[in-house]
């Protein structure tokens, strides 16, 4: 089959590879028609990873059931399926508290907890910028979709992953209908908590960024967007909030956080967001921080400790939450949003290519070129 393959830093190719097949009962084999680049397949493109080379990247992704284990029951062929990007077992302690996101046994490594497709650190699972999948426990991972599947397929996508991820970090914000929220980044995951935010009743909804292409969607889905380029972001939050500060914040970017002139600070949104959010308000932090990045500009850094304000954060009484949103929790009710027209998040989608393009769209959406918002592909 025909797969998106990781061979270096910035460098990926699609190549012929052993096609994906059933390795346990429990599994399913899904024909991928679907799956989108991510801001995190950035981390492991840019080397910023242990991610070993002949590794299939894509973790987002939509298709269609072709086969199945003897030991599925509830999955069937010629079902359509969105999948979460983890990988649960669905009987753990932590998949039975609601965390499928930091599942116990689905992951072989012992001392892990989550395991995803195509990444980095979270278990030997192949991507899905592929032509197929195999997906561990099938009846537990597959999402079915109903009749509309097909017409919406570019909304259903986002399910897999940043639809829910912004939501999660709405609801690690601890937001309330009718306060307000800032969110920092309007890549595709800020777009979807800025989204979510709004969906949520949300009475204001201020979004950071600089990319002017990114900052539009922010105004055409009634947030209001924040140019960092123009001023300090934390002064334009404190004016559009009559000096209140936000109810509470949404951390979008992570470490890869930069100023608007490029220089890397991977502490920056951190930290602003402990000043643009009042006191005792909630953070949310579904950016991702790693414990180690070879890439980062010093040492701290690369050592994954970020010079955070603690002192600050402490004593203004501040909630943080943070890490890999649990699909699961959400993508039943998200996915009944998108059929009953409640939601529409393809709205962020800037590219529709086939699988053969996925190396150009990498480049151009790692430099975040204009109009390069979210990439959609189909294989
Ligand atoms: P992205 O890189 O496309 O978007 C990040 C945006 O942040 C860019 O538009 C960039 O201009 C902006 N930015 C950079 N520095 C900034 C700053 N100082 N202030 C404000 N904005 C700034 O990526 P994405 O796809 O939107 O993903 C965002 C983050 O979310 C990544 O770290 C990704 O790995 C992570 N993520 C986490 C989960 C999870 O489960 N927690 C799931 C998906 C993605
Ligand atoms: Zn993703």
Same mark, same amino acid.
């Given at each position: 089959?025909?797969?998106?393959?990781?061979?270096?830093?910035?460098?990926?190719?699609?190549?012929?590879?052993?096609?994906?097949?059933?390795?346990?009962?429990?599994?399913?084999?899904?024909?991928?028609?679907?799956?989108?680049?991510?801001?995190?397949?950035?981390?492991?493109?840019?080397?910023?990873?242990?991610?070993?080379?002949?590794?299939?990247?894509?973790?987002?992704?939509?298709?269609?059931?072709?086969?199945?284990?003897?030991?599925?029951?509830?999955?069937?062929?010629?079902?359509?399926?969105?999948?979460?990007?983890?990988?649960?077992?669905?009987?753990?302690?932590?998949?039975?508290?609601?965390?499928?996101?930091?599942?116990?046994?689905?992951?072989?490594?012992?001392?892990?907890?989550?395991?995803?497709?195509?990444?980095?650190?979270?278990?030997?699972?192949?991507?899905?910028?592929?032509?197929?999948?195999?997906?561990?426990?099938?009846?537990?991972?597959?999402?079915?979709?109903?009749?509309?599947?097909?017409?919406?397929?570019?909304?259903?996508?986002?399910?897999?992953?940043?639809?829910?991820?912004?939501?999660?970090?709405?609801?690690?914000?601890?937001?309330?209908? /009718?306060?307000?929220? #800032? %969110?920092?980044?309007?890549? $595709?995951?800020?777009?979807? *908590?800025?989204?979510?935010?709004?969906?949520? !009743?949300?009475?204001?909804?201020?979004?950071?960024?600089?990319?002017?292409?990114?900052?539009?969607?922010?105004?055409?889905?009634?947030?209001?967007?924040?140019?960092?380029?123009?001023?300090?972001?934390?002064?334009?939050?404190?004016?559009?909030?009559?000096?209140?500060?936000?109810?509470?914040?949404?951390?979008?970017?992570?470490?890869?956080?930069?100023?608007?002139?490029?220089?890397?600070?991977?502490?920056?949104?951190?930290?602003?967001?402990?000043?643009?959010?009042?006191?005792? /308000?909630?953070?949310? #932090? %579904?950016?991702?921080?790693? $414990?180690?990045?070879?890439? *980062?500009?010093?040492?701290?850094?690369?050592? !994954?400790?970020?010079?955070?304000?603690?002192?600050?954060?402490?004593?203004?009484?501040?909630?943080?939450?943070?890490?890999?949103?649990?699909?699961?929790?959400?993508?039943?009710?998200?996915?009944?949003?998108?059929?009953?027209?409640?939601?529409?998040?393809?709205?962020?989608?800037?590219?529709?290519?086939?699988?053969?393009?996925?190396?150009?769209?990498?480049?151009?959406?790692?430099?975040?070129?204009?109009?390069?918002?979210?990439?959609?592909?189909?294989?």
């Amino acid at each position: 089959m025909k797969a998106l393959v990781y061979n270096g830093s910035r460098d990926v190719s699609v190549k012929e590879v052993p096609d994906a097949r059933l390795e346990r009962p429990t599994d399913a084999l899904v024909r991928i028609t679907t799956t989108n680049i991510c801001g995190s397949d950035l981390h492991m493109y840019e080397g910023r990873t242990d991610l070993e080379p002949g590794k299939i990247l894509g973790h987002e992704n939509l298709g269609v059931v072709t086969e199945v284990g003897s030991g599925v029951e509830r999955i069937q062929v010629g079902d359509r399926v969105c999948l979460p990007f983890n990988i649960g077992c669905g009987f753990c302690r932590n998949c039975e508290s609601g965390m499928p996101s930091y599942c116990l046994t689905a992951n072989p490594d012992p001392d892990m907890a989550g395991a995803a497709y195509g990444f980095a650190g979270m278990g030997p699972f192949s991507g899905g910028q592929a032509e197929y999948l195999r997906v561990p426990f099938a009846d537990f991972n597959c999402l079915r979709l109903p009749e509309d599947a097909e017409e919406k397929e570019d909304d259903y996508v986002m399910v897999a992953d940043i639809f829910p991820t912004g939501w999660h970090a709405t609801r690690l914000a601890g937001l309330k209908p /009718g306060e307000s929220c #800032v %969110v920092y980044g309007a890549g $595709p995951v800020g777009l979807m *908590a800025a989204y979510s935010a709004l969906l949520q !009743g949300a009475s204001q909804v201020m979004v950071v960024d600089r990319h002017p292409d990114r900052l539009r969607l922010v105004e055409r889905m009634g947030a209001i967007p924040i140019d960092d380029s123009k001023g300090d972001p934390v002064e334009q939050v404190l004016n559009l909030t009559d000096g209140r500060r936000a109810d509470c914040g949404c951390e979008c970017v992570g470490y890869q956080a930069h100023d608007h002139l490029g220089t890397e600070h991977p502490e920056m949104t951190m930290n602003d967001l402990v000043q643009s959010v009042k006191f005792t /308000g909630g953070i949310g #932090v %579904v950016g991702i921080f790693l $414990p180690s990045d070879p890439g *980062a500009p010093d040492e701290m850094s690369r050592n !994954g400790r970020l010079p955070f304000e603690m002192g600050t954060f402490w004593f203004q009484g501040q909630r943080i939450g943070t890490g890999q949103a649990p699909v699961k929790v959400y993508n039943r009710q998200l996915r009944d949003m998108i059929h009953r027209d409640r939601a529409k998040p393809s709205f962020i989608v800037s590219h529709d290519l086939p699988l053969d393009q996925a190396p150009e769209a990498y480049e151009h959406f790692d430099n975040r070129e204009d109009g390069w918002t979210k990439v959609v592909l189909k294989p």
